[in-house]
């Protein structure tokens, strides 16, 4: 029986999970694009019931956008931040064009979720102790 305390399964799992979102950083980014797209322009039939729901939607997805980029790019970190920040600043403004609403709050969550993305791949990055540009498997 393993205890999970002494165990290293929990390590190198993740250490797998994160060398496969290093290498495939620029798929995992471009799905994510994608699905952040499709989902905030297609029109919503009802507003989400729940106060405050919207906001930690846009925080989660664009943490997800940014986690792969941080884990693989942190020298071009803030470009990729900055570019992130006005793609969600167009989505606002396209919104209203889909029968959607244009909220600052949005773009505020969005960059709050950019910035928690950020440190949560600088965490692993430090705690794996993984160098950021080149994945343990090969190189992009």
Not at 52 to 81: M, N, Q
Request: proline share 7%; aromatic share 6%.
């Amino acid at each position: 029986m393993l205890c999970c305390c002494n165990s290293t399964l929990p390590r190198d799992t993740l250490m797998r999970l994160l060398n496969l979102i290093k290498t495939y950083w620029i798929a995992c980014t471009v799905i994510t694009l994608a699905a952040i797209t499709i989902l905030s322009l297609s029109p919503l039939p009802t507003l989400p019931s729940v106060p405050g729901k919207d906001k930690t939607l846009h925080l989660l997805a664009y943490a997800a956008l940014i986690f792969p980029v941080g884990l693989r790019h942190p020298k071009r970190l803030p470009a990729i931040f900055l570019l992130f920040i006005l793609y969600g600043g167009m989505i606002e403004l396209i919104q209203p064009y889909v029968r959607r609403s244009c909220e600052w709050q949005d773009l505020a969550a969005d960059t709050i979720g950019l910035a928690c993305g950020l440190l949560l791949a600088e965490a692993l990055r430090r705690l794996s102790g993984c160098n950021a540009e080149t994945p343990a498997t090969s190189r992009s």
